[in-house]
């Protein structure tokens, strides 16, 4: 088994009634028994994917819902289009003490939220979790987040640019307190060497901020970073900032694509290794005892799936109305201001063909437009080494499909099994997520 690439596993939820297979709630085997809103749910879901040896919890995350399909938001509100969402951090704390190794992803954006209490909050929760939290940084692509927040939305490279900012000063005050400023000698009565506990004076574009950070040194210094930007700005951004990658690539030939020129932006225009950050690549994994069961399986989670959700969902994640659009034009056609990359999984869905409106409504809705894997564990592992070993992947992002359920199979059945050829962990190697993401 030896010199097998190992990978690293993600569970891709919302804290949220559904999270990204449109009409997941009322599948018959959703959250059978359990309250996504109370800690029950979220400890049971924690322990499921630590049992499981995930890396972490990913947590997606919008600040308001969509609005522009037929410019309301009453569709998403009908559907439970990512709707209702609560806020990600208030989950981390229960899913971290319920947990020993298991890291949060948590999606927080830079719209909103100023730098300072941007890095206390990270930084608070680095410290409760013992070193096990990453930022899924995100700047809000979406009209009704601007719109909830009574804001002017900006186009995407003023975000870019302005998020380069948040980064310099975010990382100025992670950087604040030097690792041993803390003395703590009760003898003296000194707790802290201020001169290794740095004030920040940043005076930019966007931010300004004087002060020291409010924050201590936390197990991990600062979060993992975590990026999922897919434009050419964006594949920047994370190729200059990221730890780690959260893709979504349809077919094995666009990850391979997208891993080389990841790769190649690493060493050509940021110096760092080529490899150095986990590409982490979205899949759904639909598995059953033997093929016609997980075909079973398949169909009836496609079942929930209700079209004018799905449409109003492409409107949210792309920007256009849809509802203005012939359920049978191509959308290859259609320019859209939204998440590029995630759309660019539909324009491949059909390896380049043209895809229609009403097709790609439904294909994105099933897993937010990622590979379906449906079959025997056997079937899964084999597809799972395959995007490793041909598409570069590092490691999965499992999407949702059934809550708890979908992640209680995939431990069950394909954990063991990608286990047994030598492709995935049987035990935590390190105590912080930087440590167990760099494993491997
Ligand atoms: C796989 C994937 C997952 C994403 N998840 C979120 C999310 O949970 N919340 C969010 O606000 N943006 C999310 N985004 C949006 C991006 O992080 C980014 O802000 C957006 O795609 C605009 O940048 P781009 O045009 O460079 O892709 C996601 C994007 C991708 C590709």
């Not at 949210?316 to 999984?345: A, M, R, T």
Request: hydrophobic share 35%.
């Amino acid at each position: 088994m030896a010199g097998k690439k190992k990978i690293h596993l993600l569970g891709f939820i919302q804290h949220g009634v559904n999270s990204h297979a449109t009409g997941m709630w009322r599948h018959p085997k959703d959250k059978i028994n359990w309250d996504w809103s109370r800690p029950p749910y979220w400890q049971h879901m924690a322990q499921t994917m630590e049992r499981g040896m995930f890396d972490a919890m990913f947590i997606a995350d919008e600040l308001a819902p969509y609005n522009n399909y037929e410019q309301s938001s009453d569709a998403c509100v009908k559907y439970a289009v990512q709707c209702p969402t609560h806020e990600p951090s208030t989950i981390v704390p229960i899913i971290t003490t319920a947990t020993k190794h298991l890291g949060v992803g948590l999606t927080l954006s830079t719209a909103f939220e100023h730098p300072y209490s941007m890095v206390r909050r990270l930084s608070s929760l680095d410290h409760l979790s013992s070193g096990r939290i990453a930022w899924n940084i995100v700047s809000s692509y979406s009209k009704s987040e601007w719109d909830a927040y009574g804001a002017e939305m900006t186009n995407r490279s003023d975000r870019y640019e302005r998020m380069e900012e948040y980064m310099d000063l975010c990382c100025q005050l992670w950087d604040s307190w030097e690792p041993d400023a803390i003395i703590a000698d009760k003898e003296t009565g000194i707790f802290a060497d201020p001169s290794k506990v740095h004030e920040v004076n940043f005076k930019g574009k966007y931010f300004s901020s004087k002060g020291r950070s409010f924050c201590y040194h936390s197990p991990q210094g600062r979060p993992v970073f975590w990026q999922a930007g897919s434009s050419a700005r964006g594949r920047d951004f994370a190729a200059k900032h990221a730890e780690a990658i959260f893709a979504v690539h349809p077919t094995v030939d666009r990850m391979k694509q997208y891993s080389d020129d990841l790769n190649q932006r690493l060493s050509n225009k940021f110096n760092r290794k080529p490899g150095s950050v986990k590409l982490i690549y979205g899949l759904q994994c639909i598995v059953g005892e033997s093929e016609s069961h997980a075909q079973e399986k398949y169909e009836q989670i496609r079942s929930c799936i209700p079209l004018e959700g799905a449409l109003a969902w492409i409107s949210g994640h792309f920007g256009p109305d849809f509802s203005k659009y012939d359920l049978d034009e191509y959308v290859q056609n259609i320019e859209i201001p939204g998440i590029q990359g995630l759309f660019e999984s539909i324009i491949y869905a059909k390896g380049g063909d043209p895809i229609t409106v009403k097709e790609a409504a439904l294909y994105y809705a099933m897993g937010m437009g990622m590979p379906v894997v449906v079959g025997t564990p056997t079937d899964v592992a084999d597809k799972i080494e395959y995007y490793t070993d041909e598409g570069g992947a590092d490691g999965f992002m499992l999407v949702a499909s059934y809550t708890p359920g979908c992640f209680e199979e995939f431990v069950d059945l394909v954990v063991p099994e990608l286990q047994r050829r030598g492709r995935f962990r049987t035990s935590y190697a390190g105590t912080t997520l930087r440590e167990n993401l760099l494993q491997y």
